[in-house]
C-alpha cells in the first residue's frame, strides 16, 4: 500500500477507505502513516476497515509510522492493540490512570 498522504480525515475518508481497500484484497496489509499530519476519527475507522478486511484474508493490517496524534485517537477509542498500536502506549504507563 503506498504512504498515506498529508491528511486522513472526513474529508476524504470515503476515497481513502475504497483505494485502501482494493489494496488490501489484492495482498498489500501495510500502511505508512508516517506523511499523516491531519487526522480524525475518520482515520481510525479507515484503519479499523482495513484491519477487517485484512483479517478476512487470513492476514494482518501493519500500521507504520503512526504519529502520536493518531496513537492518541486509537487510544481514545480503545483500539490500539487491534491497531498494533499497543506497544507504543506501554511505555507511557502514566497515561493510563482510569477511575471507575
Known amino acids: 500500500m503506498p504512504a498515506l498522504g498529508a491528511s486522513l480525515t472526513n474529508r476524504n475518508a470515503a476515497v481513502v477507505l475504497r483505494d485502501g481497500l482494493s489494496r488490501v484484497q489484492q495482498g498489500d496489509v501495510t500502511v505508512d502513516c508516517s506523511a499523516l499530519t491531519q487526522v480524525d476519527s475518520s482515520a481510525v475507522?479507515?484503519?479499523l476497515a482495513w484491519q477487517r478486511a485484512a483479517a478476512e484474508r487470513g492476514?494482518?493490517?501493519?500500521?507504520?509510522?503512526?504519529?502520536?496524534?493518531?496513537?492518541?485517537?486509537a487510544t481514545l477509542y480503545g483500539v490500539?492493540?487491534?491497531l498494533g498500536?499497543?506497544?507504543a502506549t506501554a511505555t507511557h504507563p502514566e497515561h493510563h490512570h482510569h477511575r471507575h
Open 45 to 47: 475507522a479507515v484503519l
Open 59 to 73: 492476514q494482518s493490517l501493519t500500521v507504520a509510522g503512526a504519529s502520536p496524534q493518531l496513537r492518541s485517537l
Open 80 to 82: 490500539e492493540g487491534l
Open 85 to 87: 498500536l499497543a506497544t
